[in-house]
């Protein structure tokens, strides 16, 4: 450790103080000479034999036979890399990876744990990933002159996408991590991503390990960027470790730095099994396969196991650990993470967070996640109703890779049958909808269906007069159960800690019952809440007494589709999401960003300054006010330098109407939005605006019309055209060519949607709310 | 190449795996027994087939490709002779010569079944400039389509007449032949437009050419308009309006001018646009039209012609009923037996055709195998170009109800918008809200709906579209 915090500050002295310390008999000849021992780096690049972590080099040749009882939790370490987007989290990974003899250099793709095409395309990483690793670390003698002792260790890596949208992945990731790799790039400094994410490891209790990150750049200003974890995060500038992973320099300092500052895991290996089920995807050969990390006791194959939320028992057909592809070692030993093959048949049987242990023994639930929370819905329809079915399976097969994507069937007047998927945020959706068509192009060489994405709101919920006197009342109870409902009731649990025999029935009886009230989205949100936090019946019955009184006081409408709430205004209050924004900015912007934030309803919150040159500004934001173009019209003013992150927060009284647009006095429901009040004018004359564009002349006028409830706010008028005929048809030759005219005028109505008398073409629906 | 004897063997093969080059005698084509190879390619041709295609043809189309010179929105099969030639009746152009002969053997080797066909109706002399012709050759035609199919007493017989190339003793020469009606391709009482779209012809000739008409009592003739000319004005057009029904012809044409690719307007304008009139501007002509010649005394039977009464004109009725028609002549049509056929349009290959007509054989048109929806297409097509419209009676019986129902269903809301009317089978128009209301009892509507049209001038006007739509709801 002394010489992590002896780490001096140039690269000069760092290298020299690097080939004095202790390692590598290699630099060692170089001893005297740092500039010559520079050039032997700049002329060879790195070369992880060269260093003083020994790569276990056999690793290939006895795949199957690990022995994983050698290593005992003491000898293991989990963590993860967290990072803004593009600060080199993932080539780091890779250089771990590499180091470790994991993978071969040079094989396999770059950034080798992003697995999904549209992860390689957009470079980014949206499902965590793990890989086991196996390491031999030098102890140091106590007195430094000792003979350094080899002791292997097992580390788990498990890497996490960058971006907000898909935080839940990252948050739990970490639930299985006790420490993680704070990657900041030396030139770009704290972004806003890697605020939010140190927050989300340090909530976790997690150590934290700083590495600065592309030093190699001509940029790289590390002392800056020392300077920030000190002023942001609190951090000792002197733990924070300089890297390169593309040169390789100063990786050989982050593995002994994870096993020698983050704490083993905690766990008891007698106690009964029990392991927490980290993530789960389908595999066409082997089915469902699930990660896991074993938390306490011992995992075999062939052991019988039983899942605390299904109640369901399963056979572990397979076990063992991703180093980095499914290999099995028939053992999972207390604090190893790694897979399982146990015959469930969907990924929906497999519930992330869920607690599996041995059949047969009572074990405490672990406390598992948060539920996955849906910021952002959209419709999703096939440009011919006759591909409903591709569109279906195309969706079942996403999905059984991607849970965190809710999915419902619905229809539109405009646009027949489809589905309403609840996504995580924009990015999310972004992702989703190109993992479609992908998805679309290999079933079928073209694309015959087109994701079309209709409109982008929200959760959102309203509240229709209360006929309770007691107004007051009914609101302070809508807002503690409903969006922090299981925050509220995991608090009670955890307070009480009461025990109480597990009862399925009364927990389907509270589903009944808050049922019974109408508001089955809401109660299917408690009764998740419920399984989540394994809440027993104690609590339950308060619960229940609570839901119960809660659902007779008011009626809670959550709207997914703009095009669900009615049009006439019997809403009382309506409340919004909004979301905590991170943002941060060069200081010359703060001017701009500012009134950008406040033209976007923001309330800013913080308003500080992270070094000379950046401020950092945190404000709530509705999310509608995001969602619509906020982040490139963020990149716009600031130039592109804005670093921008958003988490969800709580909902907000907010005047909120629907919008609806009438094609000649007929809503079309697929554009219904719901918009602020005060923007509504606004919103509703460039979405006319804008629908003029696409709607060709017909032979009549038409209006088209944003209308709130009855009053039209916003008008425009299509001419009709006047003459569309064909004058001489005289004679067998013009018959036969002007059929054929006729036709083709014909088949170009075909892929319009018919809304009253009116044919829209598809085209309209997919750019009036297009997310850019 | 399969002799038409063999066309029993293939009876059994469907249409789409007929040898490419299958040919047949064009004899067979026409003849109703033995079934030709065509009409038994689909069966279901003969059982849904509209009774009209069962008729033997009464009437003929006579192509005269001749012209002085191709005007300047014309894409039609011509042969420009140039204004140089001389316009003698002594002296022929061989070019002229030749093709009457050419002509007169197509007609010749287009065998009728000579004992139940009835005489020809109707002929028709269309071009080109047919007045082009000298008489002495018309006669020659006129001669063997006598011999060949019989020509009704009174039959009437049309011919093409541009200003400028005929006086009165080509007239008195052509009405002793048996012309007795007359299509005076006028188009503009203006030298500059006349100038501007390339007609040989200027308003001097127009009127010598009325004059001529009128002083040798041709009773039935028709003059030919055209609308939305380049620089065409609201006056302008209001004083062909006025000067035509000045003229009194029995029959008036309103062509809408057609700005066709491969043609010189085709090079220069772009519909819609300057010098053009606007489609508003262009709207308003046609309804100038429809509102000028009905208060004239003329009926709009059809989108572009108008008639007095009794006077329509009995070939293109033909067309729009859907009507079996003899086509002769270089790129003209014929639509026989079901099946609508076009000649080559150019010489050297309408030769050929002519030849192999002598022949025997006769290449088989690749697509013109009809189907019922086809057919019902083209019913629809053609019968609401016309005042009397659709006749869902007959239309029912020959394509079934369920077809009707779709069309009622897709043109409800033009019902409603009043460019579709429905009319009962005494021709009183439907109320909007009558045909709302029957529209719900599938059964009562068909009772009551007869007829179906489209009004004048707005439905007319959006004719491409609505019929558009019908077919939308033939074949979805």
């Given at each position: 450790m002394g010489y992590f915090r002896r780490a001096s500050d140039t690269f000069e002295r760092y290298l020299i103080h690097f080939s004095s310390s202790r390692f590598s008999p290699l630099l060692a000849v170089n001893r005297a000479n740092p500039i010559e021992s520079r050039l032997v780096w700049n002329q060879?690049?790195?070369?992880?034999?060269?260093?003083?972590?020994?790569?276990?080099?056999n690793c290939n040749d006895n795949a199957n036979s690990f022995d994983l009882s050698q290593y005992p939790p003491e000898k293991i370490r989990n963590f993860s890399i967290i990072a803004h987007v593009d600060h080199g989290k993932s080539t780091l990974a890779d250089r771990l990876l590499e180091l470790t003899g994991t993978i071969k250099r040079g094989h396999g793709q770059p950034q080798y744990l992003d697995k999904l095409q549209v992860e390689r395309e957009r470079g980014i990483t949206v499902k965590a990933q793990t890989a086991t690793m196996f390491h031999d670390h030098k102890f140091q003698g106590a007195d430094g002159t000792d003979a350094p002792s080899l002791v292997g260790f097992l580390l788990n890596l498990i890497d996490t996408p960058g971006h907000v949208d898909f935080n839940y992945e990252v948050s739990r990731s970490l639930a299985a991590c006790q420490g993680a790799l704070l990657v900041v790039d030396a030139s770009q400094g704290i972004e806003a991503q890697t605020v939010a994410n140190f927050y989300l490891a340090f909530e976790s209790n997690l150590t934290i390990v700083p590495v600065i990150n592309k030093i190699d750049l001509p940029t790289a200003d590390p002392d800056r960027v020392k300077a920030q974890l000190k002023s942001m995060f609190d951090l000792d500038p002197n733990e924070a470790i300089l890297t390169s992973a593309k040169t390789g320099q100063g990786l050989e300092h982050v593995l002994p730095a994870v096993i020698e500052r983050v704490p083993a895991p905690p766990g008891n290996r007698n106690s009964p099994l029990r392991m927490l089920l980290l993530d789960s995807y389908y595999n066409d050969y082997k089915g469902v396969i699930c990660h896991v990390a074993v938390v306490d006791g011992t995992l075999r194959k062939g052991a019988k196991i039983s899942s605390a939320a299904t109640g369901q028992s399963y056979e572990v057909l397979d076990v063992g650990i991703m180093?980095?592809?499914?290999?099995?070692?028939?053992v999972l030993l207390t604090g190893q993470v790694g897979y399982i093959v146990s015959g469930m048949r969907s990924t929906k049987e497999a519930r992330v967070g869920d607690t599996l242990y041995q059949n047969r023994s009572i074990v405490e639930p672990l406390p598992g996640f948060k539920p996955v929370k849906h910021m952002v819905f959209s419709g999703v329809y096939p440009v011919?109703?006759?591909d409903f079915n591709e569109l279906n399976h195309a969706i079942e097969r996403l999905t059984c890779n991607d849970a965190s994507v809710s999915v419902t069937r619905e229809s539109s007047t405009a646009l027949g049958m489809g589905f309403r998927c609840g996504f995580l945020g924009l990015l999310h959706m972004d992702v989703f909808h190109q993992r479609l068509e992908q998805a679309g192009n290999s079933i079928r060489d073209c694309l015959h269906w087109g994701a079309l994405l209709v409109s982008n709101l929200v959760l959102y919920s309203t509240r229709e007069q209360a006929q309770d006197p007691d107004l007051e009342a009914g609101e302070a109870l809508l807002s503690s159960i409903h969006h922090n409902a299981s925050e509220t009731l995991y608090n009670l649990l955890q307070q009480t800690r009461m025990q109480a025999p597990q009862s399925w029935t009364m927990l389907e009886l509270a589903a009944e019952i808050i049922d019974a009230q109408g508001d089955i989205a809401y109660a299917s949100e408690v009764f998740n809440d419920l399984l989540t936090h394994q809440v027993h019946s104690f609590y339950f019955e308060q619960t229940v007494e609570l839901a119960t009184y809660v659902a007779a006081l008011i009626s809670k409408v959550q709207v997914q589709n703009p095009a669900a709430l009615p049009s006439n205004s019997k809403i009382h209050s309506s409340w919004e999401p909004t979301v905590m924004a991170t943002i941060i900015v060069p200081s010359e912007f703060v001017g701009p960003v500012i009134t950008l934030c406040s033209e976007r309803r923001g309330e800013q919150l913080e308003y500080s300054f992270i070094d000379s040159q950046r401020a950092f500004m945190k404000y709530r934001l509705p999310l509608r006010e995001v969602v619509i173009d906020f982040h490139n019209e963020l990149k716009t003013i600031t130039s592109g330098y804005a670093s921008f992150d958003y988490e969800d927060s709580e909902y907000q009284a907010s005047d909120l109407v629907k919008l609806d647009i009438l094609v000649n006095g007929k809503p079309v429901d697929a554009m219904a939005t719901i918009v602020h009040n005060l923007k509504a004018q606004r919103v509703g004359r460039d979405l006319v605006e804008k629908l003029t564009k696409f709607i060709a002349r017909q032979q009549f006028p038409i209006a088209i019309q944003a209308a709130i409830g009855l009053k039209v706010i916003a008008r425009e008028t299509i001419k009709p055209y006047r003459k569309d005929v064909l004058v001489k048809c005289e004679g067998g030759g013009d018959v036969t060519r002007k059929r054929k005219l006729l036709e083709k005028q014909k088949d170009g109505k075909k892929r319009m949607k018919r809304v009253g008398s009116v044919d829209i073409p598809q085209e309209a629906f997919h750019q009036l709310f297009k997310v850019s | 190449m399969l002799k038409a004897t063999f066309s029993p063997i293939l009876h059994t093969l469907p249409a789409k795996s007929r040898p490419p080059k299958l040919s047949r005698a064009i004899s067979n084509a026409l003849a109703q027994t033995p079934p030709t190879v065509r009409q038994n390619a689909s069966p279901k041709t003969t059982t849904t087939s509209n009774s009209t295609h069962k008729h033997p043809p009464t009437s003929a189309y006579v192509h005269l490709p001749f012209c002085r010179k191709r005007c300047h929105y014309c894409d039609f099969p011509i042969v420009a002779l140039g204004s140089s030639q001389p316009d003698t009746d002594d002296i022929d152009d061989p070019r002229i010569v030749n093709y009457i002969q050419l002509l007169c053997r197509e007609i010749q080797a287009t065998q009728s079944e000579s004992t139940q066909n009835p005489p020809l109706e109707t002929v028709f002399f269309g071009?080109?400039?047919?007045?082009?012709?000298p008489p002495r050759l018309v006669s020659s035609v006129l001669d063997t389509l006598g011999s060949k199919f019989g020509l009704r007493s009174g039959a009437e017989i049309s011919m093409e007449m541009d200003p400028g190339t005929f006086d009165a003793k080509k007239m008195k020469d052509l009405m002793e032949l048996g012309v007795n009606r007359v299509s005076l391709g006028v188009q503009a009482f203006q030298d500059e437009l006349l100038k501007a779209c390339g007609r040989a012809h200027g308003v001097k000739e127009v009127h010598e050419a009325i004059e001529i008409v009128g002083s040798c009592g041709v009773g039935n003739w028709s003059m030919d308009l055209i609308s939305s000319l380049p620089h065409q004005t609201t006056e302008m057009w209001e004083e062909s309006l006025m000067l035509a029904i000045k003229a009194q012809p029995t029959h008036v044409s309103v062509y809408d001018l057609q700005v066709e690719q491969g043609t010189k307007f085709g090079g220069l304008y772009t519909p819609g646009e300057f010098p053009l009139p606007s489609d508003i501007q262009s709207a308003d002509f046609y309804k100038m039209a429809s509102s000028m010649l009905s208060n004239a005394g003329y009926n709009h039977y059809e989108i572009s012609s108008y008639s007095k009464s009794s006077f329509e004109c009995k070939h293109n009725l033909t067309y729009w009923e859907n009507k079996p028609f003899y086509g002769f002549g270089l790129g003209s049509a014929s639509f026989l037996g079901g099946i609508r056929f076009s000649r080559p349009k150019k010489m050297k290959e309408y030769m050929g055709y002519v030849q192999n007509l002598e022949d025997g054989i006769i290449e088989c048109p690749e697509d013109s195998c009809p189907d019922a929806k086809d057919m019902a297409m083209d019913s629809v097509m053609l019968s609401l170009r016309t005042a009397r419209g659709l006749d869902l009676k007959s239309f029912k019986e020959t394509f079934g109800s369920s077809l009707v129902h779709s069309l009622f269903q897709a043109y409800k809301p033009y019902v409603e918008s009043g460019h579709v009317v429905c009319l009962d089978r005494h021709r009183r128009a439907v109320t909007k809200e009558q045909f709302c209301s029957l529209l719900s009892d599938g059964l009562e509507i068909e009772e009551t709906v007869t007829f179906i049209r489209l009004s004048d001038p707005d439905g007319f006007l959006l004719s491409n579209e609505l019929i558009a739509l019908a077919f939308r709801a033939i074949t979805p």
């Open positions: 060879f690049g790195w070369n992880y034999y060269a260093f003083c972590s020994h790569a276990r080099q180093h980095p592809e499914l290999t099995p070692t028939g011919d109703g006759s | 071009g080109g400039t047919p007045s082009l012709v």
